[in-house]
């Protein structure tokens, strides 16, 4: 085990065989850059550009006082990978995943995160990353006797878990990986995901079985940055994100939608999970 400084940011690397594990640990002010702001003004419900400068510059003044009292955290798995019909196998782990049933905007394809892993049948190595990024569970919970800045906080704790997975995201392409080696792009670009490959996070569209993270946190040991998971597969602290750093030059983010009962039959079986347990983790799918 070996420790390196860069930045502000401290990584932890865990080789063994094809394994990598990085566990990362990041100050509030390298992430602020990243932060995505616009999704700070819908949940304040903020249309007026006055109010947005507004209040972004009171959370701005907030993150300073919060920096170095307070820390972000992310964790990375890069492994050989393979898909398996509709599974993602990493090292030897097999993760489960869904594929459209409607094609609709897709060019007539019913698409499945599988299907930008390189088969197992074809011989040729593919490599898969797992992550996850959390902050200090004290940002959502040290200030429950102020109630907007126990609300200021916890927005703002959103945001930076969404701003370590950005970060994270562009150091396995450049550096942790390197399948990206010479990017170079800006915050707006990566903002609007004009990196090569995708980020698909557990609970989105084309992840929407939130259950997928109990594989996940085994595979990474979501434990190591402070994560527990509730009976439905919900992280705590709320603000954490997980997901699959895919790099096909290919790969695009799309939604599931609506599967049918013979999808959430095979489904249900392909992840060993009861099947109205299933049907009740994918309500919102199901049609």
Same mark, same amino acid.
């Given at each position: 085990?070996?420790?390196?400084?860069?930045?502000?940011?401290?990584?932890?690397?865990?080789?063994?065989?094809?394994?990598?594990?990085?566990?990362?640990?990041?100050?509030?002010?390298?992430?602020?850059?990243?932060?995505?702001?616009?999704?700070?003004?819908?949940?304040?419900?903020?249309?007026?550009?006055?109010?947005?400068?507004?209040?972004?510059?009171?959370?701005?003044?907030?993150?300073?006082?919060?920096?170095?009292?307070?820390?972000?955290? =992310? %964790?990375?798995? *890069?492994?050989?990978?393979?898909?398996?019909?509709? #599974? &993602?196998? /990493?090292?030897?782990?097999?993760?489960?995943?869904?594929?459209?049933?409607?094609?609709?905007?897709?060019?007539?394809?019913?698409?499945?995160?599988?299907?930008?892993?390189?088969?197992?049948?074809?011989?040729?190595?593919?490599?898969?990353?797992?992550?996850?990024?959390?902050?200090?569970?004290?940002?959502?919970?040290?200030?429950?006797?102020?109630?907007?800045?126990?609300?200021?906080?916890?927005?703002?704790?959103?945001?930076?878990?969404?701003?370590?997975?950005?970060?994270?995201?562009?150091?396995?392409?450049?550096?942790?990986?390197?399948?990206?080696?010479?990017?170079?792009?800006?915050?707006?670009?990566?903002?609007?995901?004009?990196?090569?490959?995708?980020?698909?996070?557990?609970?989105?569209?084309?992840?929407?079985?939130? =259950? %997928?993270?109990? *594989?996940?946190?085994?595979?990474?040991?979501?434990? #190591? &940055?402070? /994560?527990?998971?509730?009976?439905?597969?919900?992280?705590?602290?709320?603000?954490?994100?997980?997901?699959?750093?895919?790099?096909?030059?290919?790969?695009?983010?799309?939604?599931?939608?609506?599967?049918?009962?013979?999808?959430?039959?095979?489904?249900?079986?392909?992840?060993?999970?009861?099947?109205?347990?299933?049907?009740?983790?994918?309500?919102?799918?199901?049609?």
């Amino acid at each position: 085990m070996w420790t390196v400084a860069v930045s502000a940011v401290r990584w932890i690397s865990d080789n063994r065989d094809t394994v990598t594990r990085h566990i990362m640990r990041y100050e509030i002010g390298e992430l602020v850059p990243y932060i995505n702001w616009p999704y700070f003004y819908f949940a304040w419900q903020l249309r007026d550009h006055e109010e947005q400068t507004r209040i972004r510059i009171e959370a701005e003044n907030i993150l300073s006082r919060l920096d170095g009292h307070y820390r972000v955290h =992310g %964790i990375v798995v *890069i492994d050989n990978a393979a898909s398996d019909g509709d #599974d &993602i196998i /990493i090292g030897d782990v097999r993760i489960p995943m869904l594929r459209q049933q409607h094609a609709a905007g897709t060019a007539g394809h019913c698409l499945c995160l599988a299907d930008f892993v390189r088969p197992a049948s074809s011989g040729a190595k593919d490599s898969m990353g797992v992550f996850a990024t959390t902050v200090d569970i004290g940002l959502e919970t040290d200030f429950e006797s102020d109630g907007y800045m126990k609300m200021m906080t916890r927005l703002l704790a959103d945001r930076l878990a969404e701003a370590a997975a950005e970060r994270l995201h562009e150091q396995v392409r450049k550096n942790l990986w390197g399948y990206a080696p010479d990017e170079c792009l800006t915050i707006e670009e990566m903002h609007a995901e004009r990196f090569a490959g995708i980020r698909p996070a557990v609970g989105y569209p084309s992840l929407p079985d939130t =259950g %997928i993270n109990f *594989i996940i946190a085994g595979l990474i040991g979501m434990a #190591d &940055i402070g /994560i527990r998971l509730t009976e439905s597969g919900a992280m705590k602290p709320h603000a954490s994100v997980s997901g699959l750093i895919i790099a096909h030059p290919a790969a695009r983010y799309f939604s599931i939608g609506k599967i049918g009962e013979d999808q959430l039959r095979d489904y249900s079986r392909r992840r060993g999970v009861p099947l109205e347990m299933m049907r009740r983790f994918l309500a919102a799918n199901v049609d």
